[in-house]
């Protein structure tokens, strides 16, 4: 199918992929995973859509035919590709254009009544919902969230729906972290300053706290039960292993840099288990219909929409961190 974009987010990872830390934009390269847009033309063989409709798609471009494909697991497909991303294995131009072609079978429709802004953002949203299926998320229990990017908070959403009694989530931007709050974080920790927020409230202490310390502390010294890192980062992660208690999961999500380090001893002697949750596996048409229902707010995580040929400056100023910037999409 050819698409005619509507509307593109601009990731985190595509900011600091844009960089060259990560690896995965080596250019040229057009970039952008999370749009959706109207049906130009489709193929010869294409007969459940047609042109006109307005649509979303998957970020993972799968064959739809190998063994991972056939069992639905399609973030693990064989020959697997990423839109806007590009690898020494694979390179796969991406949305961030007036057009791109994707196959059909990762093309979604969407209700009249959703925008194309709000389709944008049902990638990320597809993310959470696969890292909290991957999670283990406890019915009433206690989980950390590490990074309130937009990645974060959908997850945060997620683990809410899964039925998390107390979430706690972490980052070391003030902005971020109120709008975790506005999304239903109940308490809020500043992983640089250690002050813990609850209600919009600050909670004094004696002295600040490691991350780890906080979230131990929080749990009466336990830990939690499920730990989300969704950041990438080796202290992040090291941070997600110290605040988990024993028997608990550990979900990977960011991956900014390559390799973590933590403490190994500890990670046995707790029996942790780790999980990598990449991409999204089948979650898009339960999304389309958790976003379009209101369940999950996406509007909140929208702080521009710039037409794209602003898109230099808006990665100049995400990349900066200066402004409280969260999610901006570009409209071709």
């Known amino acids: 199918m050819l698409i005619r974009v509507k509307a593109v987010g601009i990731c985190g990872s595509d900011v600091h992929g844009a960089t060259g830390r990560t690896g995965r934009r080596l250019p040229p390269l057009i970039m952008g995973h999370e749009a959706a847009g109207v049906i130009e033309r489709v193929g010869a063989n294409v007969t459940w859509l047609r042109a006109g409709r307005r649509v979303c798609f998957d970020s993972t471009v799968y064959c739809n035919r190998c063994e991972a494909c056939l069992a639905r ?4 497909c064989d020959k697997r590709q990423v839109l806007g991303v590009s690898t020494p294995q694979f390179k796969r131009h991406g949305a961030m254009a007036e057009r791109v072609a994707v196959p059909s079978w990762i093309v979604f429709p969407i209700p009249d009544e959703m925008s194309f802004v709000k389709a944008a953002l049902l990638e990320p949203v597809a993310i959470g919902i696969h ?3 991957r999670g283990n998320v406890p019915e009433g229990g206690t989980v950390l969230v590490i990074g ?5 908070l959908c997850v945060l959403a997620a683990v809410r ?5 107390r979430v706690i989530v972490a980052d070391i931007d003030e902005f971020r972290l109120e709008m975790a709050r506005r999304l239903g974080a109940d308490v809020t920790v500043n992983a640089r300053t250690g002050i ?4 919009g409230t600050p909670l004094t202490r004696e002295a600040p706290l490691t991350l ?3 979230v131990r502390d929080i749990t009466d010294g336990r830990g939690v039960q499920a730990a989300f890192e969704v950041v990438g980062l080796p202290e992040t992660f090291a ?3 110290a605040a988990t208690r024993t028997g608990g999961t550990i979900v990977a999500v960011g991956n900014i840099q390559p390799r973590a380090e933590f403490d190994l001893q500890q990670f046995i002697a707790s029996e942790l288990t780790v999980t990598g949750s990449y991409a999204s596996s089948g979650e898009f048409e339960q999304c389309i219909d958790l976003v379009a229902s209101g369940r999950i707010d996406v509007e909140s995580l929208v702080s521009e929409v710039r037409p794209l ?3 230099a400056e808006a990665f100049e100023r995400l990349l900066a961190g200066k402004e409280k910037l969260l999610k901006v999409v570009l409209e071709p």
């Open 73 to 76: 697991r399609f973030n693990r």
């Open 131 to 133: 890292a909290a299926n």
């Open 148 to 152: 309130a990017g937009t990645i974060g």
């Open 161 to 165: 729906l899964k039925g998390a009694g």
């Open 196 to 199: 813990l927020c609850t209600g």
């Open 212 to 214: 780890a310390g906080a």
């Open 239 to 241: 941070a997600a292993v």
């Open 309 to 311: 040929r602003e898109g």
